[in-house]
């Protein structure tokens, strides 16, 4: 089955400290890989995409991530917290071979400590 | 409009009422798509159309659920013979395509009382 896993369903991190949420696809075929953003009764905003050009990719509000074929991950990371990235993540997968539909990860709430 | 507008943005319902939730995509996108997100979980997929073609409705709980695009644009899904379990937020989403991102409305809330 093709699908993403986000591995962390909870991450906390001090304020001005890393960030790193992870997650992985499972896909026969390159997929493209998404991360949004969603936070408290608000909708949901793209942050970043991958669709087979650069690996590395960048993204609103200093967030990256990186496509790492070897290890089917895209992991979302920014290398110092703010308050205001307080937030559901989510990771989303879509392939043109099979569903042809976004399909979602559970999600990771990031909670930032003062 | 400048982006997807869905509306009603709230709607309480009695039990066993008929719902119509309506999208309007951003023009001129290709792709549009319906999700539920339940409070505290993810988005589920539910069905979305290429132009007014409905490409895969394989979300779609039970067949009180259906969705339409007849022109390729605005799209309404609509819900026979409420229940209580199909309170959630239903999010309609817009792409240019079918491999690029989707952007999202703002929702509708639901509540089947």
């Known amino acids: 089955a093709q699908s993403v896993t986000q591995l962390d369903s909870h991450v906390s991190v001090s304020e001005g400290t890393p960030v790193l949420l992870r997650c992985n696809y499972s896909?026969?075929?390159?997929?493209?890989l998404f991360w949004y953003v969603q936070h408290p009764n608000k909708g949901l905003q793209l942050l970043l995409k991958?669709?087979?050009?650069?690996?590395l990719v960048k993204g609103i509000n200093g967030f990256e991530a990186e496509f790492k074929k070897s290890e089917t991950s895209f992991h979302l990371t920014k290398p110092s917290a703010h308050m205001s990235d307080a937030a559901e993540y989510f990771c989303?997968?879509?392939?043109?071979?099979?569903?042809?539909?976004?399909?979602f990860g559970t999600g990771t709430r990031l909670t930032i400590i003062p | 409009g400048a982006g997807v507008s869905q509306s009603p943005r709230y709607k309480v319902t009695k039990r066993g009422q008929d719902v119509a939730l309506r999208c309007d995509p951003i023009?001129?996108?290709?792709?549009l798509y319906w999700y539920r997100q339940a409070l505290g979980q993810g988005p589920e997929f539910l069905t979305y159309?290429?132009?007014?073609?409905?490409?895969?409705k394989s979300g779609l709980p039970n067949d009180r659920f259906s969705a339409e695009r007849p022109e390729g644009s605005i799209s309404t899904l609509t819900i026979q013979r409420t229940e209580q379990r199909d309170s959630a937020m239903y999010r309609c989403?817009?792409?240019?395509?079918?491999?690029?991102?989707?952007?999202f409305g703002q929702g509708t809330r639901l509540t089947v009382v």
């Open positions: 989403a817009s792409s240019p395509r079918s491999n690029t991102e989707a952007f």
């Open positions: 896909s026969s075929y390159s997929p493209s």
């Open positions: 991958y669709t087979s050009a650069a690996t």
């Open positions: 989303v997968f879509y392939s043109a071979f099979g569903n042809e539909k976004l399909t």
């Open positions: 023009s001129g996108h290709v792709s």
């Open positions: 159309f290429n132009y007014e073609a409905q490409q895969d």
